[in-house]
């Protein structure tokens, strides 16, 4: 199963997704609408999506939609993305609270929604009933419950996602199909409703390799299927909704799907089973004493650019690029205002250090608990005369040395006020 780091979360992990499409094909100033889905937002109630347009440096006017509260909800945020004028983001990040032993995952998955896509989306169809007690969260709580899977709640699956794949015309032609998957059996449950093979069943199904990541699943079935299609193929995707309903969309086409090498989920680093508690937060229970850093939200928002896209400024005068881009030019001491300036996301270790066991101030404490000891580094970049800290993630800091190259990313920095703040740490290139 998939376990996502202490500094990782649904946002995170939407960024990343996000970003990787970025790379390979989106363009930041062609979307004009966001739609996010995650049954385990960053909070109860507060917006998600702006967060997530801010850190990708998404222009002020994209509109938004949030999906949330049901497994659904990443069918939901598609049609709505199918709907939008202009082009469509669409970002499904999911990583549901629960003991990994119980197959709970995580993952990201984001798509673009444009008129000149590669992939047509000729039809969808929905079905909807009741049934309650199947997959839901009570108020205030970040437990995942459900009866079980129970003669009922299989029932209940194949009657809503068949239903919805039986409005689709030509299903028999279906070559692909990735289908509701809370375990590896659960699809091929529904398929048997459906003119469709075990061969079609397997290219879309991950749940094997990443744990039920909830919202997000069934999507990262529909990109590994998508990776392993032909320009005639048909790909149905099948999902299923907390507590009733079901939705079916058919693709027409393949893709290259980046961060999925030929379809095919990577192979992660193994951990321990008590490891995997200690990363998800179950065994992190300890208090600790005193405030840390404290930075009021008004003040960190003010420094949001720096924090998610590395914003610098350039002095007008000289030119020298100043990090943060506050005060006169260190260069020439100009008091004129800086222009924006984004800095690389590719850097070079100055300086390191790794702050040990228990060294870690009280902001970081929880974090050091889950994860060990942690690095921190001086960032410098080729050609700007700039510098910062920051802190390593997803590897050994001990590994990192200085002249290494790093690349930056958006992870949990801490939580102070009931609200978590956001930042770039780095992480070595391959």
């Known amino acids: 199963m998939v376990v996502p780091g202490a500094d990782e979360d649904a946002f995170t992990m939407a960024i990343a997704a996000a970003e990787q499409l970025f790379e390979t094909s989106a363009e930041r100033e062609a979307i004009e609408h966001v739609a996010l889905a995650s049954t385990t937002p960053l909070l109860d109630e507060g917006l998600f999506a702006p967060r997530l347009g801010r850190a990708l440096g ?11 509260g049901s497994t659904l909800a990443g069918a939901e945020a598609l049609s709505r993305a199918i709907d939008a004028d ?5 970002v499904i990040s999911d990583c549901p609270a629960g003991d990994p032993a119980d197959g709970w995952g995580a993952g990201a998955v984001a798509f673009l929604v444009a008129d000149d896509a590669a992939v047509g989306v000729p039809e969808r169809a929905w079905h909807t009933d009741e049934y309650p007690g199947l997959r839901y969260r009570e108020r205030g709580s970040e437990e995942v419950k459900s009866i079980g899977v129970t003669t009922y709640e299989r029932d209940a699956i194949r009657e809503c996602v068949a239903g919805a794949a039986a ?5 028999e032609r279906v070559a692909h199909a990735a289908l509701h998957q809370p375990d590896a059996r659960m699809p091929s449950r529904i398929a048997g409703d459906l003119p469709i093979d075990d061969e079609a069943i397997e290219r879309g199904t991950v749940v094997d390799r990443v744990g039920d990541a909830g919202a997000a699943t069934v999507f990262l079935g529909l990109a590994r299927a998508l990776g392993g299609a032909d320009a005639n193929d048909r790909t149905l995707v099948g999902a299923f909704g907390s507590g009733g309903a079901g939705a079916a969309f058919v693709l027409d086409g393949g893709l290259d799907t980046a961060g999925l090498a030929d379809g095919e989920i990577p192979s992660g680093e193994r951990i321990s089973y008590t490891n995997a508690l200690r990363k998800r937060g179950v065994l992190d229970e300890e208090e600790v004493a005193g405030g840390g850093a404290r930075v ?34 260190p260069n020439c001491g100009s008091r004129a205002a800086f222009e924006p300036y984004d800095l690389p996301n590719v ?5 390191r250090t790794v ?29 700007i005369d700039a510098t910062l800290p920051a802190q390593l993630t997803d590897c050994d800091p001990e590994s990192v040395a200085i002249g290494d190259k790093l690349r930056a990313v958006v992870r949990r920095i801490y939580e102070q006020e009931g609200i978590a703040r956001y930042g770039v740490k780095f992480v070595p290139t391959e």
């Open 347 to 351: 850097g070079i270790v100055k300086a």
């Open 296 to 329: 009021s939200l008004p003040t960190w928002r003010e420094s949001l650019g720096q924090r998610y896209r590395l914003r610098a400024g350039r002095c007008p005068d000289c030119e020298t690029v100043a990090f943060p881009p506050e005060g006169a030019c």
């Open 355 to 383: 702050v040990g066991q228990g060294g870690a101030p009280p902001e970081f404490a929880a974090q050091q608990r889950r994860d060990g000891a942690y690095g921190v580094v001086v960032v410098g970049f080729e050609e």
């Open 58 to 68: 998404l222009g002020r006017n994209v509109e938004t939609s949030e999906h949330t």
């Open 86 to 90: 202009g082009s469509a983001l669409v």
């Open 167 to 171: 409005g689709i015309d030509d299903i």
